[in-house]
């Protein structure tokens, strides 16, 4: 099963008050487990709408850096994310950022997708990808 689970989350706004539009930066840690296996820190960069989350229809982009193996393979590698949120849950698109592969993962290429519903321990992902 290809799950992650969300170890550390520290979000601050940087623009706009509550209530009204902002946007808030956002660093987290994920532990992940499957085809990829190891931890990663990620940066987002959030849009909200107003009251609480936004309608879904937006995109927050965010890079995420892992470190661990793909595959049984070691070595670290940088995705961009774009994420979409709203009460219900998360969802991402992905793209391993070209060039960034670095030990047994140099040359990595691929996307992913990953998502699931607020408030679940595990959230999962898919990885289609090349070396």
Known sequence: MNAFTTKNWEEK????????????????TMAYQGVI???????LLLYYAG???DSGQT?????????????G?????IVR???TFDAKGIASTFT???GSGTGE???????????????????GYTFEYAL
């Not at 296996?37 to 940066?43: F, P, R």
């Not at 393979?73 to 590698?77: I, L, M, P």
């Open 105 to 123: 993962l140099t040359g990595l290429t691929g996307t992913g997708t990953s998502g699931g519903a607020l408030g679940e321990d595990q959230l």
């Open 13 to 28: 706004v940087v623009s706009g008050t509550e209530g009204g539009p902002r946007v808030a930066h956002a660093r987290a």
């Open 81 to 83: 994310h774009e994420y």
């Open 37 to 43: 296996e190891g931890e990663s820190s990620c940066d």
């Open 59 to 71: 995109t927050s982009p965010s890079f995420e850096r892992f470190e661990g193996k793909v595959d």
């Open 73 to 77: 393979r070691e070595g670290t590698f």
């Open 51 to 53: 009251e609480g989350y």
């Open 96 to 98: 391993v950022v070209p």
